[in-house]
């Protein structure tokens, strides 16, 4: 499930950073200091968008920083992080990113329910104004389990 990757430590909310670099950082950061990633990781993450582009940003204002496992992917974890002033990733169809949900997973299959859940919050509007409008992490963290509970996502 979802909220098991995340723990409120991983949400950040409206973090100022002034290009896409540092915003992959930003998110990334919260999940170094809590073990799950090492700075090695987030370098790849960074390497491989400069070289093919940027694939992370998966849909409109939303970026998956993320980087195959064995660069230092070291548990299973999700940060969420917005951003206060979008940024541009060099996705003509899907920038300005707002929204950056970063993600270790220690192999090709731990975290596919996650990413199939994630996809669900991700296509409903009341999910994007919950994070424009919370003021803390846990009612972002809150809204998650009651929804994995059987809460109304449009709630």
Not at 5 to 28: K, T
Not at 74 to 103: E, H, R, S, W
């Amino acid at each position: 499930m979802l909220s098991e990757m995340i723990n409120e430590e991983f949400i950040q909310l409206n973090i100022e950073v002034n290009d896409w670099e540092e915003a992959v950082r930003q998110s990334a950061g919260p999940l170094i200091k809590g073990g799950k990633i090492t700075e090695g990781y987030v370098d790849k993450i960074i390497e491989i968008a400069r070289d093919t582009g940027p694939y992370i940003v998966i849909t409109k204002h939303v970026a998956l920083p993320h980087a195959p496992s064995e660069f230092g992917a070291l548990d299973l974890a999700m940060g969420i992080t917005t951003l206060k002033k979008p940024i541009v990733f060099g996705n003509q169809a899907n920038d300005p990113v707002k929204y950056l949900f970063c993600m270790s997973a220690t192999d090709s299959e731990a975290h596919l329910e996650s990413m199939a859940e994630l996809v669900d919050f991700l296509s409903n509007e009341s999910f994007y104004h919950l994070l424009d409008s919370a003021k803390s992490a846990g009612e972002i963290l809150t809204y998650i389990k009651n929804i994995e509970q059987g809460g109304d996502i449009n709630a």
